[in-house]
């Protein structure tokens, strides 16, 4: 039932959402433009963060979510009234949740297309997760 709530919830909220939607560059870390990673943190073992990145995991590795924890989290390390970045492994995750946080929490969202693989891709900095 929870699963179903969120769906409807995202579903609406992407009729209406103002998102932007950009691929992960060299002048966006430039920018200090804050990026989380809302990828699982066996994830983040795997792959490594992009330099600077914050970790804050949105969906654990059964698809279950804590709205409210995120949301604490994400307002303790991120300034949510400035534009900050959502990354995860292709960009399918961001993408539902940019737009519910567009949408319900009017934040300035930039989706970060193609995830850790595109940035892995450009060769961009990343360091390795540490607990």
């Given amino acids: ?3 179903i709530f969120l ?12 998102v932007t939607n950009e691929y992960t ?7 200090k433009t804050p990026i989380v990673d809302i990828r699982t943190p066996p994830e983040w073992m ?16 059964r698809g279950g979510y804590d ?5 604490t ?3 303790n390390k991120v300034d949510t009234t400035k534009p900050f970045a ?3 492994r292709t960009g399918s995750r961001t993408k539902v949740l ?9 934040y300035k969202v930039i989706n970060l297309e193609g995830g850790m693989m595109f940035a892995k891709g450009k060769h961009l900095p990343v360091v390795l997760y540490k607990h």
């Fill in 1 to 3: 039932m929870k699963n």
């Fill in 98 to 106: 940019s737009h519910f946080l567009s949408k319900e929490m009017n």
């Fill in 67 to 71: 709205i409210e924890g995120f949301l």
């Fill in 7 to 18: 769906l409807l919830l995202i579903l609406s909220a992407s009729l209406f959402a103002k």
């Fill in 86 to 88: 959502l990354i995860c």
């Fill in 25 to 31: 560059s060299q002048k966006l870390l430039d920018d």
């Fill in 46 to 61: 795997e792959t490594g963060l992009l330099k600077g990145a914050i970790p804050i995991m949105f969906f654990n590795e």
């Fill in 73 to 75: 989290e994400l307002n």
